[in-house]
């Protein structure tokens, strides 16, 4: 079976940071890109940072650009999203999600639609 976990959400102090995990099995990154999604209270699920197959850059929302980073260790297939100087508008449960890559309109499914149980996050101002 394939399958997404995250990890490392929490309680975090505006301005703090924290890296969340995201542990894949049942495939490698070869076969799906991992982005990652979050949904904060009341609002949508937003796309905020996934891969551009054509150049293998990386679309960042607006929102997180500057400040969120994603990285990954293929040796462990898990994915990690570094998030600094946190808002308090960062509150949201986080997913990661395969296969999530850049389109035109931001981040978008290609061959799957597969997401994790998600972490959440909170960060006080």
């Known amino acids: 079976d394939v399958q997404l976990v995250e990890s490392g959400g929490g309680l975090v102090q505006a301005g703090g940071s924290l890296r969340l995990s995201c542990a894949a099995s049942?495939?490698?990154?070869?076969?799906?890109?991992i982005g990652w999604l979050r949904q904060a209270p009341g609002k949508e699920r937003e796309g905020i940072l996934c891969i551009n197959i054509n150049n293998s850059s990386i679309y960042y929302a607006d929102s997180v650009k500057g400040r969120f980073t994603i990285s990954s260790d293929n040796a462990k297939n898990t994915v990690y999203l570094q998030m600094n100087s946190l808002k308090p508008e960062d509150t949201a449960v986080y997913y990661c999600?395969?296969?999530?890559?850049?389109?035109?309109?931001?981040?978008?499914?290609?061959?799957?639609?597969?997401w994790g149980q998600g972490t959440l996050v909170t960060v006080s101002s």
């Open positions: 049942g495939f490698t990154f070869d076969d799906y890109a």
């Open positions: 999600a395969a296969d999530l890559v850049a389109g035109p309109k931001g981040c978008r499914y290609r061959h799957i639609e597969l």
